[in-house]
């Protein structure tokens, strides 16, 4: 018999829904607990069935944006799974305390990924082509120039942002290939949405 059930991977989804409980999506408002949920649906459609490497996916950003720290994540889980999520996190302040800008960290977080594992690499252009998704979903409901108003960066940044870093995390892997073609296809689908000028 197959077994279908991985407690690694509830007991990620369930530390990861406790630590995210009070975040929503910065434009849809929905509970965040949603996209690293869609994360790790997108990695599974991929063919992906490490258990690491869903389980990372669900964790990706309970460092970053919440409570929890790396050192929480190595007394419940793998060596890999802590790996994935490490490389998976923006540093957000420097050494000295102070926040970082978007540009910063975002070519930090470029420069991470182009010698990351390639189960990070995955997560990364998972979570990347569900940003997009929601992106494109939110832009059929929402007033453009009030949607691209929720983020840091402007439009232009953004699009260029996310052709780098699908680049970066994709390479010239042929198991991630078809995350980079979706990518690439939703960006380009994104494009349209661009402010006139």
């Known amino acids: 018999m197959d077994i279908l059930h991985s407690p690694v991977v509830e007991h990620a989804i369930r530390l990861a829904a406790v630590a995210h409980k009070s975040q929503k999506r910065k434009s ?117 120039q009030e949607f691209w108003g929720h983020f840091g960066a402007s439009p232009d940044e953004i699009i260029q942002y996310y052709h780098s870093m699908i680049e970066a995390a994709g390479q010239s892997d042929s198991e991630l290939k078809p995350l980079v073609e979706n990518c690439n296809s939703r960006l380009e689908e994104l494009k349209k949405y661009l402010p006139s000028t």
């Open 28 to 144: 849809s408002g929905i509970p965040y607990i949603a996209h690293p949920m869609s994360v790790c649906l997108i990695l599974m459609k991929a063919g992906f069935d490490d258990e690491s490497i869903l389980a990372a996916a669900v964790l990706h950003d309970v460092v970053e944006d919440t409570e929890l720290s790396i050192e929480d994540l190595e007394t419940h889980f793998s060596d890999d799974v802590v790996r994935y999520v490490q490389e998976m996190t923006e540093e957000k302040e420097t050494e000295e305390g102070e926040k970082r800008t978007w540009p910063d960290r975002k070519r930090t977080h470029i420069e991470v990924m182009q010698q990351a594992a390639l189960g990070t690499r995955a997560i990364e252009l998972a979570d990347k082509l569900h940003n997009l998704e929601a992106m494109l979903f939110d832009l059929q409901t929402e007033d453009r």
